[in-house]
């Protein structure tokens, strides 16, 4: 079965543009996170939507923000970047809330902010 | 907020050698999971551990979780070259679904 995917792969943005990161789930899986990974944080979590509601939120700035919709696709959204934002950002999804940490990470989107 | 500290942080080790590494915690987990994560890809789940003192293996790799809930092991047999990338340990968080930990390197020498 098709694994989760992200788009774009790659992108370069300037500062003060803002930016929307794309995720498509395995199919049937309702729970969609996403995680920002640096060098110097490492993985940080953003926030986690599942039935198009956003369930869980981390410690990142209002320009952070996500939704899903009704096909569990998901989309996050960086607005007024800043070279800080530079990072990869992952997507990973999972059958539903909960203990089951079954998540399946897509492989990414490289954010260049210049 | 919650730390998990993973050590060590890089190690350098000969095909064939086996590898260890651990996962502290600063307070206690009832999940320890173990990610691996190739360059230019997503981290992807090699063990879950659900239980104090459980020992899980997954083909080459086992790992414990520690009895006092704040540590966790991964041992890896008998490392060949694509063993080589980033392990994670994580936990469910408090206000975060999974809390990473920093990371340990693996490089394989031939």
């Known amino acids: 079965k098709a694994g989760v995917t992200q788009t774009p792969r790659y992108l370069i943005k300037t500062r003060g543009q803002q930016v929307t990161l794309s995720c498509s789930p395995i199919s049937g899986h309702r729970s969609v996170s996403w995680y920002q990974q640096t060098p110097g944080q490492g993985l940080q979590f953003l926030f986690e939507?599942?039935?198009?509601?956003?369930?869980n939120k981390g410690n990142f700035p209002g320009r952070f923000s996500g939704r899903q919709f009704s096909n569990s696709r998901s989309e996050m959204n960086v607005s007024t970047l800043e070279l800080g934002d530079s990072a990869l950002y992952l997507c990973?999804?999972?059958?539903?809330?909960?203990?089951?940490?079954?998540?399946?990470f897509g492989s990414g989107t490289r954010l260049t902010v210049v | 907020g919650q730390q998990l500290n993973q050590s060590p942080q890089s190690m350098f080790i000969q095909e064939g050698e086996d590898v260890s590494m651990n996962c502290t915690s600063s307070s206690i987990f009832n999940t320890w999971l173990w990610y691996k994560q190739d360059p230019g890809e997503g981290p992807v789940l090699l063990i879950a551990?659900?239980?104090?003192?459980e020992l899980t293996s997954n083909g080459r790799l086992t790992a414990q979780f520690g009895i006092t809930r704040k540590d966790s092991f991964l041992n890896i047999s008998a490392s060949i070259p694509s063993d080589v990338g980033i392990y994670f340990c994580?936990?469910?968080?408090?206000?975060?679904?999974?809390?990473f930990g920093t990371g340990t390197r693996l490089q394989v020498t031939l």
């Open positions: 939507y599942f039935s198009e509601t956003q369930r």
């Open positions: 990973a999804s999972s059958l539903a809330l909960g203990r089951d940490y079954g998540y399946t």
């Open positions: 994580a936990g469910p968080g408090t206000a975060s679904k999974l809390t």
């Open positions: 551990l659900y239980k104090a003192g």
